[in-house]
């Protein structure tokens, strides 16, 4: 285990100075850090994680003698205490990820009671500590946008991959217990992508197939996360810009398919002018080609539905952007869902409120449909009753409706997925 130095202001916490939350959680980064291999800590200001457990909705977690007691709860589920301990204020500026409802939609949401009581003493006491109840996996998206090189302590793989990436800010894929002692002592362990060393490229992807739509942008994010797992791609090829919807589903599928936490774009990410500074000199560990045939193969992995009637569509993984949403209530406008179809598109609730004011909430609900916010239908497992078939717009979401859901899911365009709401029918597939 590596020797870590930490410095005279660190060492004053884990004695106690700050009180016993602050020492146990500062006790749990050290350790966690020297597992790692790293020999020291660095100030953060920006963490993301899930308070109070970090699975939205799974009360099971919780053990049934401390259910109403949140410090108890946040003692055992995010500093791995047994012991209660008295929880101060948060030091860094801190953001919850996914909660366990829309709290205006919980009933459509077929959410119980009894999860919405929790729900609610979980959301107070994030406010009584000062994490501030984003409650979305795209913090970015509504205001929390870390500046370029800074230490970040994030959980969500979608949202870290993204501010690695594209912003060019630095975070590890944080856990529950670390992202919490990272809140309360404003520190985290200096190793991986915090490092100059653990950003540089391993891979070459040379792109002969160049992604010009969403959906194509997440295919072959999910095409290099099968192929490159927990490594970094440097992709070769693209010379245009994408734009920050693109971005995003790419690194959520890489994210998702791989465990990929960085890449880069050369001539267009923050890191990568040139595949030189990409790379800077890290031994190349593979290079992979992706063309027509691979986007193919990409797609494959995802075709594993069979029947074409569609019960439930779902939009919003990573939650939409204002742009996605207004999109959907476009395509949305002036029609109706077939009767046994649901269409459900998750968005932050900062962007809603947008929504909203440009009526595009209103639209997407006369059709039928339901814009909501503060959760998620994989994460938050909230869906509508009886669904045996699903479809959606994210390699991300496709990637998980099966395996945690049990959907037969097929992945398509925005514009299919639609129009699998309207009709009721999959009509879509690979053009
Ligand atoms: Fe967000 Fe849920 Fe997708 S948390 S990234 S909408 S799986």
Known sequence: MAIMILSDDEKRVLDGAEGEARAHAMD?????????GADRLVDTNSVCGGFVGALPGRRDVIPENIRGDM???YSLLNLDSDKKLSIPPVKAMT???????????????????QTREISQSVGEFCSQIGVNRCNTCTPYQ?????????????????AVIYINSVIGARSNVEGAHSAAAAALTGKTPYWGYHTPEGRRGTHHVRIEKVPETMLDWGLLGYWIGEKVQDRVPVLTGIDHPGNPNFYKHFGAAA??????????IVGQTPEAPTAEMAFSGRALEGELLYGPAQREEAFSYFSTATETKVDFVKIGCPHASLEQVRQVATLLDGKKLHAETDLWVFTPRQIKAIADRQGYTETIENAGAHLMSDSCAALSKVYPAG?????????????????????????????????????GEWRGGLS
């Not at 980064?29 to 597992?35: H, N, Q």
């Not at 919850?96 to 959410?111: C, N």
């Not at 994210?255 to 890449?263: C, F, I, L, P, Q």
Request: glycine share 6%; with cysteine.
């Open 28 to 36: 749990l980064i050290v350790r966690y850090g020297k597992a790692l």
């Open 255 to 264: 994210a998702s398919a791989g465990g990929v936490e960085m890449y880069h």
């Open 142 to 158: 509504v205001g929390v946008v870390p500046v370029f090189g800074e230490h970040c302590a994030w959980m969500e793989s979608s």
């Open 71 to 73: 410090e108890a709860v």
């Open 387 to 423: 669904v045996r078939v699903a479809a959606t717009d994210s390699a991300k979401q496709a990637h998980y409706m099966p395996a945690i859901l049990k959907f037969q899911t097929w992945l398509g365009t925005t514009e299919q997925c639609v129009d699998a709401a309207i009709t």
């Open 95 to 113: 953001y919850r990820l996914i909660d366990a409802m829309d709290p205006d939609k919980w009933q459509v949401q077929r959410v119980s009671e």
